[in-house]
């Protein structure tokens, strides 16, 4: 990847941000390239020599050049905005314009590192936020996780392509334009990939298209909820009779037995490409691991005579802000009001311990789950796409 370095005479508060971006990316992005730029042919001769299929580039670059290297078959990533780049570049990134569905905008996609910053007071008062309250809200987004997605493209999945013995990659850029898919099939071919699972932006009607012309088949909705929590949060009563408390590993077998039959709404078990059984042990896996905080952090479990009849793993962001991974309750205390019950005494313990910021990621086709989360307060964050593309069959 090549991230364009490109100076202004007089630099305004976007070329200034444009360039701690760009450092940003570079921390990102060890092995990526960072290049002066002298003139068009110049930066074209590089692309070619290099064989960068990736750059980065400021918002002030000109029509001319963006359209030599959509020609080019190279994938653009534009940070900050410029109405006459939108239909040529394959990606915009801009956290000082105002959130848009469709684009890579807003302070979701603003690191924190910006605000450690000679310009932090000026990004601040741009976006017309006190500092102090940009800071606490760039604590509980994902900037740095997301844009390294989106810039990304698309990676493999090794845990994943290890567990169902198939080489799966992830097309993480949520956008699709001509040349990602050029990418994309490059990437393929030189990694062997059987299969290419991707999250669509649901906005982008030319995201959507190109998918479905590209054979990429939809296989679920995603849908992200979230709770921000507050000194107006009434902690439930505890009923008696139950236990609710962090599980060990004596409790993995019997939360094992509470998630058996839960996860029928996913994209996995919809995509009959996958074997039933290796599902099933994917996602008695994951509960395993919460409890030994060997991928989510921990996990809650409500208990009843010592034995558990619900669960709920937890991945903690940073000290504000944490996921719900897996919640499920036994088959034999559903429409009891055991999830809701379990789900306010986990809100309660996690604001206990500073969060106050809850997000959960369901299935589209799972009501029961969304009624839930709606209950206890959640609303809807996002709604995505899932597709997936097989290139040849899992074995």
């Known amino acids: 990847m090549l991230i364009l370095k490109k100076k202004a005479l007089q630099a305004s508060l976007k070329d200034h941000v444009y360039g701690e971006m760009a450092d940003f990316f570079k921390v990102q992005f060890p092995k990526a390239e960072v290049y002066e ?21 400021p918002s002030t670059t000109s029509k001319e050049l963006c359209l030599t290297l959509a020609k080019n078959q190279v994938v653009q990533i534009l940070i900050g905005s410029n109405k006459d780049l939108i239909n040529i570049v394959d990606i915009i990134i801009d956290p000082l314009k105002e959130f848009d569905l469709k684009y890579f905008y807003g302070i979701r996609f603003l690191p924190k590192v910006l605000l450690q910053g000679q310009y932090a007071d000026d990004i601040a008062s741009y976006l017309q936020f006190p500092l102090s309250k940009l800071k606490f809200e ?8 997301i844009l390294f997605e989106i810039v990304s493209l698309i990676y493999v999945m090794n845990w994943d392509s290890s567990f169902f013995r198939s080489n799966i990659a992830f097309l993480s850029s949520v956008s699709l334009t001509k040349n ?28 959507v298209r190109l998918s479905e012309n590209n054979k990429y088949s939809f296989v679920d909705i995603r849908l992200t909820m979230e709770k921000y929590i507050n000194d107006t949060f ?30 029928y709404d996913s994209r996995y078990y919809y995509d009959k490409n996958f074997d039933n ?30 034995k ?21 309750v036994h088959q034999n205390y559903i429409s009891l009001g055991m999830g809701q019950y379990m789900l306010n005494m986990v809100i309660g313990e996690l604001y206990k311990d500073g969060i106050t ?39």
């Not at 730029?37 to 580039?57: M, T």
């Not at 760039?138 to 996780?145: C, G, P, Q």
């Open 277 to 306: 059984k290796k599902v099933d042990e994917f996602y008695s896996g994951w509960i395993n691991k919460a409890v030994l905080g060997a991928f989510d952090d921990f996990c809650y479990a409500l208990y009843e005579n010592n």
């Open 37 to 57: 730029f002298i003139d068009n042919s110049a930066l074209i001769k590089k692309i070619k020599i290099g064989n960068h299929k990736r750059v980065i580039i």
């Open 308 to 328: 558990p009849i619900g669960f709920c793993t937890i991945k903690v962001k940073n000290r504000h802000s944490a996921s719900i991974g897996l919640l499920g």
């Open 180 to 207: 990602i898919e050029i990418y994309v099939q490059n990437f393929s071919e030189s990694n062997d990939i059987n299969l290419i699972q991707f999250r669509c932006n649901c906005h982008d009607r030319e995201t």
């Open 138 to 145: 760039l604590e509980r987004n994902s900037a740095e996780e």
């Open 234 to 263: 009434i902690p439930v009563d505890k009923r008696k009779g139950l236990d609710f408390r962090k599980a060990v590993k004596a409790d993995i077998e019997g939360l094992v037995e509470c998630g058996q039959n839960l996860y």
């Open 357 to 395: 910021y809850i997000d959960v990621v369901t299935q589209g086709r799972n009501y029961s789950a969304q009624r839930l989360y709606q209950r206890c307060g959640f609303l809807t964050l996002s709604n995505e796409l899932w597709y997936h593309k097989w290139l040849s069959k899992v074995n």
